[in-house]
């Protein structure tokens, strides 16, 4: 027998400092599904949804960009990403970690939002022992006297149910926003371009992370490989060089690792060619950024 119950959606922001887990978070709510939302054409910005579907609810989650002090035109794009997602969210998750001691800069983004409407999560738990966890959510309760807070770790799954149980709980009344099938709003190109930028994080170091964006150029699916052809932009020619590396070595180690993982991702074999190129200014140029796909 099919019982008729009302249907809830809503648009859920997941927000924080630098590093604190939203990604991890993210990944861990929306589950399985996950590893599928890739799987999705959609549009090309930058924050990230993340769809939960069940037969009475729908989540629509949206990882952001950590908060910090713009220092260039990117950073600027990024946060306004985080203003958007706070506007449109019917939930915000605030995450913070233990021993966080940016606790004014985060009450001053809390300020925005409706306490009721705010689940205050304090991740990484599993660094903590009882009464430290006990002390934080003691601490962050008295700041926020009207906020849902839990304790969580993402990393190992630890309270992450309880999340859900108390977001379906806060969600508004609505038909589902997005068909039910569909996972993200993004497209194999952005994901494809992130798997390459994750490389990137992983073998360089310094400042090379923070100098480089990855544009899908050409991405063109034939019928038993697909041919992509992806342009790195650094700020200056030193970078490029290292980008490169002796002989060319570390851009071919990082094309190998990344064509296994696009070829996972998409499920079929790759060919993946990569360019370096310098572009001075990108991170403060308005041009450079809407070509990358940057809201400004
Ligand atoms: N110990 C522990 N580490 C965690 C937990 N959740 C996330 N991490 C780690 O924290 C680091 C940052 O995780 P992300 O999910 O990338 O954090 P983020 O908030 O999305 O970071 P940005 O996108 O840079 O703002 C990673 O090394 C994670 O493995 C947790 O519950 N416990
Ligand atoms: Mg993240």
Redesign the pocket.
């Known amino acids: 027998m099919k019982i008729n119950m009302t249907h809830k959606a809503g648009f859920v922001s997941?927000l924080?400092?630098?590093?604190?887990?939203?990604?991890?978070?993210?990944?861990v709510l929306v589950g399985e599904k996950l590893s599928v939302i890739t799987n999705k054409v959609q549009t090309t910005r930058h924050r990230i949804k993340g769809i939960v579907s069940g037969e009475n609810f729908q989540i629509i989650f949206s990882?952001?960009?950590?908060?910090i002090k713009p220092h260039y035109k990117l950073h600027e794009a990024m946060m306004h990403q985080v203003s958007g997602a706070i506007e449109d969210a019917d939930l915000v998750i605030y995450?913070v970690?233990p021993g966080m001691k940016a606790i004014d800069e985060t009450l001053e983004t809390l300020s925005k939002i409706n306490p009721e409407n705010l689940l205050l999560i304090i991740?990484?738990?599993?660094?903590e022992n009882q009464s430290g966890i006990q002390n934080l959510v003691d601490t962050w309760q008295v700041r926020l006297p009207d906020s849902v807070i839990i304790p969580?770790?993402?990393?190992?799954g630890?309270n992450t149910a309880r999340v859900m149980d108390v977001i379906i709980e806060k969600l508004p009344e609505h038909p589902a926003y997005y068909a039910k099938d569909e996972l993200t709003d993004k497209s194999y190109r952005f994901f494809v371009a992130e798997i390459i930028r994750e490389k990137i994080l992983t073998l360089y170091r310094k400042e090379i992370p923070y100098s480089v964006e990855v544009v899908i150029d050409e991405f063109k699916e034939e019928e038993n490989i697909t041919r992509i052809r992806a342009l790195i932009f650094v700020t200056r020619e030193s970078q490029r060089m290292i980008i490169i590396g002796k002989q060319g070595k570390a851009v071919k180690q990082l094309g190998i690792e990344a064509r296994k993982d696009i070829e996972t991702f998409l499920n079929k074999k790759v060919y993946l060619e990569i360019s370096v190129k310098v572009d001075k200014n990108w991170r403060d140029s308005d041009q450079a950024l809407r070509r990358f796909g940057y809201e400004l």
């Open positions: 997941i924080g400092l630098p590093n604190v887990g939203k990604s991890t978070l993210m990944n990882d952001t960009p950590g908060i995450i970690e991740n990484k738990v599993d660094t969580v770790s993402a990393l190992y630890f």
